[in-house]
């Protein structure tokens, strides 16, 4: 017996102790092995952007290599990241384990899950070591640099689509007429001061056509005058030389200037120039450097010398101002009549003199819709087609698969090449937001607060500053991809911030095919696409793409985006929590008849959300597991039902924008004191609860946005104490009670120093005096208030106003704006003021009005006195009654005429009054 007992001591000893010491010693590690992973992604990070970019540069085996190793890289990363949240997940609940398991034999269960989920994340860490390891030395063996470019036809047509602008007969340049000659003008005109001339925007829409054009017109007032290409590429010693032997036409490596160094080269360009009125092209500049390095050679003798860059980047336009006068034109697409004229021109000019046949007419038109004016994009499709058949069934086809045959076909391949380079050039933290516009379907408007919180909750965005928040970072990162050209700006807030953006259809199909290499993004709606692995990080489901998603079963998935108006499946919404575990945004919109909350069980388990939008669905109550995503940050119910939040919403200790749409306000109670990471809280009924409310609001110093509503007089001294104590608020809203006779009491003393927009709803027995004294108002909304003395002498030297709107008053029957009052007030909108008969504009009031619009205001005779003065009037709105009731609306465009027919002249000239019968106002010119 004892034998057998030394014998099973020494197999324990032999075999059993090394595999169980090395176990446990896995399991110390694990926590500094996270760590080291989280490190080591930056370096596979890296990788990933060097190898993608030389797959763009390669063809054929080659480039299929090089993606492969792209795919490799990629998967791998995805699974360090995985390894690391789910040890961030797994730690952070033994953090929050439940208080009534205290007992010894609950402690000693809970150390041995502990323990056991540790050793299972060492195993799996131990494998992606092996397989880091593998990848760099096989990086290392292999020489990348070396693989030589096998430059075949594609490489060929992205040449000559690059060089042909600057070979373009004048004949076949189309739409630049009047930006040729804006350019003309700044070029010949203009002051003596060397003054900088640049073309921005998007590659392909012809900045190098119209330089170009624009250079060969204007050279004979210029003595000296040289066109040189930048690009991403280049030493300012390079392009001194390129200057100095223009005029010569000599090789460079050949000239006595070779030898040179940097200081010598500056001087005797400058020597050159001093001697000249000269005119220089510096063509497809990248660089915002660039003229720190290039300016010190540019002599200014203030003889009317002139400089003009092309750039996809305003920034570099901008960088010029540091010592020199600088203009700048933005080009933009061209229109549908100039776009359709270039596509004949490029389809039909050699057999057809530029006209399109009948039958294709409408195809041809189609097809150049979806161009959406960019040149480039255009001439390459034109060129494509003017090979094939007329016949209208093919180019049918080739219509309705246009966006695929961007990505594929030899032709138009090197148009998204093109574009692509702005891509490659983005710093890394730039590029994941700007592949997140693939999530959006096509066509769609981003709204910019939206896409500026799921880009903070996918972790996309950090800061070093503390001053700064992330969701500021983040509207900064969105700034720079639309000073690069890669984003489109499609509306702007009253406040002059962006609201709304997109991307070009053809850059779109450029992010389609990256997000599809790196498994960025999937839409459920497109077949095929999918790694066979199903490792992507964000999957966006369009409606009626049920069937699609079930090969989507990976946990991988960090954001999950419904869009359309059609439920989804019951199987689908109950399975989110088990399949995509790791979820950081939810977002479900666009289908207001269905409840998916009521569907989602376990909703805790989603504990890594950081955005959840239920926006637009038809949803009454919230879930009490609601409580359980501690690290929630958005929490997203416009226009949903929800009117009452669960007390076990205070839990959320993380959460930052709690956003409503103002139809009807939570109801909350002091529980609201607990988030105190709060940075938007709209809206919040304060008649329910009204002192813990308020008590509890106070705490919230980091509200940037807040929202009340059902407002009473009794209120005056909690409102009083609640503003001055959130010094970094931004915009405020507030709405007093629907109940008729009382009046809201807001005249107090308020000191808020950043205060950009106030929005007042219902009746006030005064003005409050501490709005007109908002230096930094921005927007000012009044409704309802019914005050009777006008409250315009209060605010006209208020210097940052921009927007006034006031409506459903009983204001007297004039109102006036002051002598030299609102300088920089652009838009005024007047909605049904009862009473007024008379608006009156002292000489040098409103001098920076845009736009006038006065709706529904029956008693008003006349067209306002004084609006033949305001110098930068574009536009007059107006929306008046006519007999038997009946609504006309009328928009007069100085820029643009329409509405009416009528237009207001170049210099705007008195009004024709006529007073009518009916209540009518009629403008005639």
Known sequence: MEKLQEIAVSLAVDYLLPPLKKAVNSVMEVPKDAADMKDKLDGIQAMIHDVDKMAATEEGNSRDGLKAKVKLLVETSFCMEDIVDEYIIHEERQLGDDPGCASLPCKAIDFVKTRASRLQFAYMNQDVKSEFRGIKERNKSEDCSQIQSSRGNQNITFDNLRMAPLFLKEAEVVGFDSPRDTLERWLIEGREKLTVVSVVGMGGLGKTTLAKKVFDKVQTHFTRHVWITVSQSYTIEGLLLKFLEAKKRKDPSQSVYSTMDKASLISEVRNHLSRNRYVVVFDDVWNENFWEEMKFALVDVENGSRIIITTRYREVAESCRTSSLVQVHE??????????????????????????????????????????????????????????????????????????????????????????????????????????????????EVECGRLILQWVAEGFVKSDEAAQTLEEVAEKYLNELIQRSLVQVSSFTKCGKIKSCRVHDVVREMIREKNQDLSFCHSASERGNLSKSGMIRHLTIASGSNNVTGSVESSNIRSLHVFGDQELSESLVKSMPTKYRLLRVLQLEGAPMFDYVRRIESLGDLSFLRHLSFRSLNIVHLQKLIGELHNLETLDLRQTCVRKMPREIYKLKKL??????????????????????????????????????????????????????????????????????????????????????????????????????????????????????????????????????????????????????????????????????????????????????????????????????????????????????????????????????????????????????SAIPTSASPFVEVALEAPALVAIW
């Open 331 to 444: 080009l933009q697409p061209l229109s549908d009549d100039k776009s359709f004229e270039l596509f004949c021109k490029t389809a039909f000019g050699s057999e057809l003199d530029g006209h399109c046949p009948n039958n294709l007419k409408d195809i041809s038109t189609e097809i150049v819709r979806k161009c959406e004016g960019l040149p480039l994009a255009i001439v390459a499709t034109g060129g494509l087609l003017s090979r094939k058949s007329r016949d209208a069934r093919e180019w049918q086809r080739f219509s309705e698969n246009l966006s695929s045959e961007l990505g594929k076909h030899p032709k138009l391949i090197p148009v998204t090449k093109i574009l692509g380079l702005s891509y490659y050039d983005l710093p890394y933290h730039l590029k994941p937001c700007f592949l997140y516009f693939g999530i959006y379907p096509e066509d769609y």
């Open 656 to 901: 930052r924008h709690l956003l409503n749409d103002g139809y009807g306000g939570f109801q909350m109670d002091s529980g609201i004191g607990d988030l105190t990471s709060l940075q938007t809280l709209r809206e919040v009924d304060i008649s329910h609860n009204t002192e813990e409310v308020v008590k509890g609001l106070e705490k919230l110093t980091q509200l940037r946005v807040l929202g009340l509503t059902e407002v009473e007089p009794r209120f005056k001294s909690f409102l009083c104490s609640l503003i001055n104590k959130m010094q970094l608020l931004e915009k405020l809203s507030i709405t007093a009670t629907a109940s008729y006779g009382m009046d809201m009491d807001l005249h107090f003393d308020v000191f808020a120093p950043v205060l950009q927009k106030v929005r007042l709803v219902g009746m006030l027995n005064e003005f409050p005096n501490w709005v007109a004294k908002l230096q930094n108002l921005v927007t000012l909304y009044l409704s309802c208030t019914q005050l009777t003395h006008d409250p315009l002498p209060l605010l006209k030297d208020l210097p940052i106003l921009t927007h006034l709107s006031i409506n459903f008053e009983n204001y007297g029957e004039v109102l006036q704006f002051p002598n030299r009052g609102f300088p920089n007030l652009k838009q005024i909108l007047l909605e049904e003021l009862i009473r007024l008969k008379s608006i009156v504009i002292e000489d040098g009031a409103l001098p920076s009005l845009e736009k006038l619009k006065l709706v529904r205001i029956l008693e008003l005779t006349e067209v306002p006195r004084g609006i033949d003065k305001l110098p930068k009037l574009k536009v007059l709105f107006l929306t008046y009654k006519v007999m038997h009731g009946a609504t006309t609306t009328g928009a007069f465009d100085r820029d643009e005429p329409r509405g009416c027919g």
